[in-house]
């Protein structure tokens, strides 16, 4: 069940900047939530969300449901030509585990609504988690763009999320996944086995014309350890904008939730 008109409302916001290098997006019309949400029937088993229409990415099969995760961080891109469209060369984020936050699963659940809108409330309300240049450049400070891990405090809702770990490409480009908070060497390098265009109501980001990034499935490459499947849902911002020089780079904040699953 989704919020279509907190979605539509999220997503029509005029920022007073398109810049995507704040620290943060405007908070002003995130709702509060509710939380926690008292449940006295039986815990729920979490079902991984659908985009509500057209293809969807195809399930999980039989592999089990480990970490549902909050990812907050960047897209990076490059351009090729002024007017083109910028190329995804990776991105970075910190994952936060808000299993717990799943409707009926625990006395921290949170609502139907509010799990769906987490996203856009962690990209609105908190700071983009990662050491940011400062020198006048775009992105993270490429040596070392991940600070000390801390657990997430989101505004408006009780339960610290617990730190897990962080999200980048390694140096040939593939998506890795390194959950070292889950303390159990949990490990994943993935191919992209399918994507599918955000719901047109995901909140667009920082600039209402760029938009949230693909949901995605990723499968375990061969390497990975204690993971078999990533999926990228519900995300919020991250899309670039049009190119406007040859070499040009950028990087757009965004979140996203990732559902881990393991064989
Ligand atoms: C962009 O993301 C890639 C992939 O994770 C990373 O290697 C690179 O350092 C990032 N660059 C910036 C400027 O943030
Ligand atoms: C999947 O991603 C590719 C590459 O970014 C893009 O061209 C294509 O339109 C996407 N497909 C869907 C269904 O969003």
Redesign the pocket.
């Given at each position: 069940m989704q919020s279509k008109s907190l979605f539509a409302l999220l997503a029509g916001l005029t920022l007073a900047s398109a810049s995507p290098l704040r620290r943060r997006c405007s908070n002003s019309t995130v709702p509060t939530p509710t939380n926690p949400v008292n449940s006295t029937s039986a815990v729920a088993t979490p079902t991984l969300p659908t985009t509500g229409s057209g293809t969807q990415l195809d399930g999980p099969g039989s592999a089990t449901l480990k970490h549902i995760l909050v990812g907050h961080g960047?897209q990076?891109y490059t351009c090729s030509a002024a007017g083109a469209t910028a190329s995804s060369?990776?991105?970075?984020a910190v994952v936060w585990d808000i299993t717990d936050l799943y409707p009926g699963s625990s006395s921290s659940s949170l609502s139907a609504d509010d799990f769906n809108l987490l996203t856009s409330r962690v990209l609105r309300t908190t700071n983009i988690p990662l050491n940011m240049?400062v020198d006048g450049?775009?992105?993270?400070v490429?040596a070392s763009?991940f600070p000390d891990p801390v657990d997430l405090v989101i505004e408006g809702i009780t339960s610290t999320v617990k730190f897990m770990g962080h999200h980048?490409?390694d140096i040939n480009g593939t998506p890795t996944f390194d959950l070292s908070g889950a303390d159990d060497g949990e490990y994943f390098k993935g191919k992209k086995d399918a994507n599918i265009s955000a719901p047109s109501d995901a909140d667009k980001g920082a600039d209402p014309t760029t938009g949230a990034v693909d949901w995605l499935r990723l499968s375990d490459k061969g390497t990975s350890t204690g993971i078999s499947l990533v999926y990228r849902v519900l995300t919020a911002g991250g899309n670039p904008e049009t190119c406007t020089d040859v070499g040009q780079?950028q990087?757009v904040p965004y979140t996203a939730q990732y559902w881990i699953y393991s064989n």
């Open positions: 960047i990076n060369v990776g991105a970075l240049a450049s775009v992105g993270a490429v763009p980048f490409f780079t990087s």
